[in-house]
């Protein structure tokens, strides 16, 4: 357990379908990620947010929406998903600020399958 | 962020030290060298990480050329549990907004140890 904590672990999902990427983190952080690993590929990042605001939209599709509701949670909100949208996703968080060079904290991740 | 470039894949015996070196040439004077690894569907893991000077904790060294254009991530007793995607990562520590917060993968190096 490395204190962020992804659910549920695996998901398949029909093209029609609308469902949710949870993430927790237990480590007081300020800052939490969402990332795409395509098979074979290098991690995408996806989505930053910062203190509850998003900063960073990696110009992902809109059938993928974020929330943060808090600094400790972070949703993925899918819906009309694509085949090629399978992958593993993963959470990450950190503590950000000005001199701070801690790394990032990951999660397990959600396999996701769309079929 | 810096570019860096790694060696696709690499092989180790067990027991012995595994040497992953990466470079990163165009690093700025403010960019740190960060090492992460991913073992096999999970998500990555945060090894180490430097600015100037060689660190070194329970999990690896890192060493860090004169000219920190290079460096160099030591198992010193790498395992069979050591196999695993390891990327070398150089980033900004910055404030809480823009876009120096991101951490950007690469492909890395496939460490393989075997018996």
């Known amino acids: 357990e490395t204190g962020v904590t992804q659910t549920p672990r695996h998901l398949v999902m029909g093209m029609t379908n609308k469902k949710s990427l949870k993430c927790e983190q237990h480590?007081?952080?300020?800052?939490m990620y969402w990332y795409k690993q395509s098979a074979k590929k290098p991690l995408e990042l996806m989505f930053v947010?910062?203190?509850?605001?998003?900063?960073e939209n990696n110009s992902v599709p809109s059938r993928f929406s974020p929330e943060c509701p808090n600094s400790s949670h972070l949703f993925l909100h899918l819906h009309t998903l694509q085949p090629e949208d399978s992958a593993l996703y993963l959470c990450?968080?950190?503590?950000?600020?000005?001199?701070?060079?801690?790394?990032?904290?990951f999660g397990s991740g959600t396999r996701l399958t769309v079929v | 962020d810096a570019k860096t470039t790694q060696p696709t894949s690499m092989d180790c015996a067990e027991g012995r030290a595994a040497n992953l070196p990466c470079n990163h040439s165009?690093?700025?004077?403010?960019?740190?060298v960060y090492w992460y690894r991913q073992i096999h569907s999970q998500g990555p893991q945060y090894i180490i990480h430097?600015?100037?000077n060689n660190e070194t904790n329970e999990m690896a060294s890192l060493i860090i050329t004169e000219d920190r254009k290079s460096s160099t991530l030591i198992l010193p007793h790498a395992t069979l549990r050591d196999t695993a995607v390891y990327y070398c990562?150089?980033?900004?520590?910055?404030?809480?907004?823009?876009?120096?917060?991101?951490?950007?993968f690469g492909t890395g190096t496939q460490l393989k140890v075997e018996l």
């Open positions: 990450a968080s950190s503590q950000e600020g000005r001199g701070t060079t801690l790394g990032y904290t």
């Open positions: 480590l007081g952080h300020n800052a």
């Open positions: 947010y910062s203190l509850e605001e998003r900063v």
């Open positions: 165009t690093i700025s004077g403010n960019e740190y």
């Open positions: 430097g600015l100037k």
């Open positions: 990562i150089v980033r900004v520590a910055t404030g809480l907004t823009g876009g120096g917060n991101k951490l950007t």
